[in-house]
């Protein structure tokens, strides 16, 4: 059993979900993270692969410090960008699949498209029914 | 490959995050958590606070820089308080980039 980390843009969303639904494996987690990569957060392309690049310059839509930053003024800030983590766990023999539709559907060729971790995962439990180990997961 | 995984005060992120770029690992991700520990959350006078404000880092580094980035995450989040957080470490086998597909960090 392994668990998938994917940290995604934010608008590819709705494809990965129906990606994997195509896949036969619907399961998953979603939450709302910042994020910053290599590129410290500062990069405008990250925030939306649509964006126009002149869009940035208006400064409507400018990677977000956290508000402590923002209520205290200070020298230097780190940039987030809004980003989705998907956590999938998922049986070992799927790992690749859903890696690969995750890359082929999230891919837009431009920085700030995310990440995958793949991690080992001790074990998963069905609360309903108690089942446990590769059953709860089914 | 490691994940590091640190629960810290919302208002040491930035010093830590800052740190972290200084050291050569600016990639970071975040997230707004409520929790609480052995203390079962905080007590002011009559006002009890089961579950307190905390911010989840996620990082996650090569094997011979988990010492290194665990150090840095202490000795920046430290207050030496009740409630300064906790740090854990789980193995990553694999770590792929969507923009390119490869695999690594």
């Known amino acids: 059993m392994k668990e998938i980390i994917a940290i995604i843009r934010r608008d590819k969303v709705p494809e990965i979900k129906q990606a994997l639904?195509?896949?036969?494996?619907?399961?998953l987690t979603i939450q709302s993270v910042d994020g910053r990569g290599k590129q410290k957060?500062?990069?405008?392309?990250?925030?939306?692969?649509?964006?126009?690049?002149?869009?940035c310059t208006t400064a409507k839509?400018?990677?977000?410090?956290?508000?402590y930053a923002l209520e205290h003024t200070l020298p230097k800030v780190a940039l987030y960008v809004p980003k989705r983590m998907l956590t999938i766990v998922v049986p070992d023999d799927l790992v690749t699949k859903i890696?690969?539709?995750?890359?082929?559907?999230?891919?837009?060729?431009k920085h700030g498209d995310g990440k995958i971790f793949v991690m080992p995962i001790g074990g998963a439990i069905r609360i309903r029914t108690g089942e446990a180990g590769g059953e709860a997961i089914a | 490959m490691k994940m590091i995984r640190a629960f810290i005060r919302p208002e040491k992120e930035q010093e830590v995050v800052l740190a972290l770029e200084g050291a050569g690992f600016p990639s970071v991700t975040k997230m707004p958590v409520f929790g609480r520990g052995k203390q079962k959350g905080l007590q002011v006078g009559p006002v009890h606070?089961?579950?307190?404000?905390?911010?989840?880092?996620?990082?996650?580094?090569?094997?011979?820089?988990?010492?290194k980035?665990?150090?840095?995450?202490?000795?920046?989040?430290?207050?030496?308080?009740?409630?300064d957080?906790?740090?854990f470490v789980s193995p990553v086998d694999t770590a792929y980039t969507v923009r390119t597909g490869e695999e690594g960090l």
Do not use: H, W
Request: aromatic share 6%.
């Open chain 2, 49 to 67: 606070y089961d579950e307190l404000p905390k911010a989840l880092l996620l990082i996650v580094v090569d094997d011979e820089d988990q010492e």
């Open chain 1, 21 to 27: 639904e195509d896949i036969g494996y619907p399961s």
């Open chain 1, 41 to 55: 957060g500062a990069m405008c392309a990250e925030m939306d692969s649509e964006m126009p690049e002149s869009f």
């Open chain 1, 61 to 67: 839509l400018k990677p977000t410090p956290s508000i």
């Open chain 2, 85 to 87: 957080g906790k740090i």
């Open chain 1, 99 to 109: 890696v690969k539709a995750i890359v082929r559907v999230g891919q837009t060729g």
């Open chain 2, 69 to 83: 980035v665990v150090n840095l995450i202490q000795t920046k989040a430290r207050t030496g308080f009740i409630g």
